[in-house]
C-alpha cells in the first residue's frame, strides 16, 4: 500500500502544482463623491477605468452597516501571492486526493469499507496534504487503512 499511496500522491500534487492559477481577480474601488454626474464618463475615461464597473459605497463605516461615499468599482487582475497558491494548493490536493487513491487502490485489489469515523481523531487534525508534505507515510498508510482493506484472493 506504500508505493501505491507515494507513487499517486506524487501524481496529484503534480497535477494540481501544474493547475495553480498564476492571478486573481481584485476589486478596485475608488471615491466618486467629488465627481458631478454629468462629468461620470470623461471620469471614467481619465482614470483608465473599464467599461465592467459598477457603483458601491467606500469611506468611513457607519454605524447603519454601510460606507459613506459613492463609489465606483472593477475587477482587475493581479499576480498570486504566495499564501493565494499554499492555500489552492492545499485545498485542490485534499480534493484529488481521494479520488485518484481510490481508484488507485480499488484497481490495485483493496476495497472501500465502512469504518468508526471516531478513529480519524488520532490524526489531530493533520489534512492528507499535511501528512504527504511531511513526508509521513506511516500516517497516511494508517489513514488510508481505515477505509480501505485489501482484498483476500
Known sequence: MKELLIN??????????????????????TDI??????CLTDFL??????EKCWFSTCGE?????????PAICWNKE???????????????????AFKMVYDCLTVNG?????YN?????QFKNKT????????????LIKYYSLPFQKIDN
Not at 499517486?8 to 474601488?29: F, G, H, I
Not at 463623491?33 to 454629468?38: A, M
Not at 469515523?117 to 481523531?121: R, V
Not at 496534504?129 to 500516517?139: A, Q, T, V
Request: charged share 30%; glycine share 2%.
Open 8 to 29: 499517486t500522491l506524487d501524481s496529484v500534487y503534480e497535477k494540481v502544482q501544474a493547475q495553480m492559477p498564476l492571478t486573481k481577480t481584485d476589486v478596485e474601488c
Open 33 to 38: 463623491s467629488e465627481v458631478n454626474p454629468v
Open 45 to 50: 475615461l481619465k482614470n483608465s477605468i473599464r
Open 61 to 69: 463605516y457607519t454605524a447603519i452597516g454601510d460606507y459613506t461615499n
Open 78 to 96: 493581479v499576480p498570486t501571492t504566495e499564501k493565494d497558491k499554499a492555500d489552492f494548493v492545499k485545498r485542490r490536493f485534499n480534493a484529488a
Open 110 to 114: 483493496y476495497k472501500r469499507v465502512g
Open 117 to 121: 469515523t471516531a478513529l480519524l481523531s
Open 128 to 139: 492528507v496534504y499535511d501528512m504527504y508534505i511531511e513526508k509521513d507515510f506511516e500516517m
